[in-house]
């Protein structure tokens, strides 16, 4: 299976503030990345698919990038309504793998 | 738009069998281009795959569950299962039905369900 790791857990930041989230896969998986949103008591929703192409309806401030092994989630400005936790998830070979996830709280 | 509604008991006894059902609507299971799958998450845990069904009826399943799980379609209820036998408690979790969306160039979660809440317990 490919693992796939994401740093950091849990970050704390403020509302306007630039946010970035880790994820390395054990293997190369191309651009075969998304990355997901879960709010409380909600299923995760896609933001990023492909490692860089933002979902339909998804804002602008969030942007993906990377390939191989190494990708990034950015929030260029936190909003109130991005605090959730954030997945990446692999879709190079089966099984599908996700990030353990990362908490975005309010500081 | 697609919209996916999981339904099932939310208590399932030890070493009894979790039998889960999700309805679509918006959409067609019996069509090429999608995956329809199934994802858990235990309580305060990260996110599982389980497995899908395509069109035809292909299936695909996570090794670690694979000696237990069954997902399976039904084209004249439009709907897709899942069968997971001798649970314990480690099954315990939300169970999402979702549509992974295939292309030759890319593949997402395009869709979920509103997730349910399974409880193994006696």
């Known amino acids: 299976d490919i693992q796939m790791t994401q740093s950091p857990s849990f970050l704390s930041a403020s509302v306007g503030d630039r946010v970035t989230i880790t994820c390395r896969a054990s293997?190369?998986?191309?651009?075969?990345l998304g990355w997901y949103q879960q709010k409380p008591g909600k299923a995760p929703k896609c933001l990023i698919y492909?490692?860089?192409t933002l979902e339909s309806g998804v804002p602008s401030r969030f942007s993906g990038s990377g390939s191989g092994t190494e990708f990034t989630l950015t929030i260029s400005s936190l909003q109130p309504e991005d605090f959730a936790v954030y997945y990446c998830?692999?879709?190079?070979?089966?099984?599908?793998?996700f990030g353990q996830g990362t908490k975005v709280e309010i500081k | 738009q697609v919209q996916l509604q999981e339904s099932g008991p939310g208590l399932v006894r030890p070493s009894q069998t979790l039998s889960l059902t999700c309805s679509v609507s918006?959409?067609?299971?019996?069509?090429?281009?999608?995956?329809w799958t199934w994802i858990r998450q235990r309580p305060g845990e990260g996110l599982e795959w389980i497995g899908y069904?395509?069109?035809?009826?292909?299936?695909f399943y996570n090794p670690s569950l694979e000696s237990r799980v069954l997902i399976s379609s039904d084209t004249s209820k439009n709907q897709f299962s899942l069968t997971l036998s001798s649970v314990t408690a480690a099954d315990t979790a939300v169970y999402y039905c979702?549509?992974?969306?295939?292309?030759?160039?890319?593949?997402?979660?395009?869709?979920w369900g509103l997730g349910t809440a399974v409880t193994v317990s006696s």
């Open positions: 293997q190369g998986i191309r651009n075969e």
């Open positions: 069904v395509y069109f035809g009826g292909k299936t």
């Open positions: 998830l692999q879709h190079n070979s089966y099984p599908r793998t």
């Open positions: 979702a549509r992974e969306f295939t292309t030759y160039y890319y593949n997402y979660m395009s869709a």
């Open positions: 492909a490692a860089s």
């Open positions: 918006g959409g067609t299971v019996n069509s090429a281009g999608y995956y």
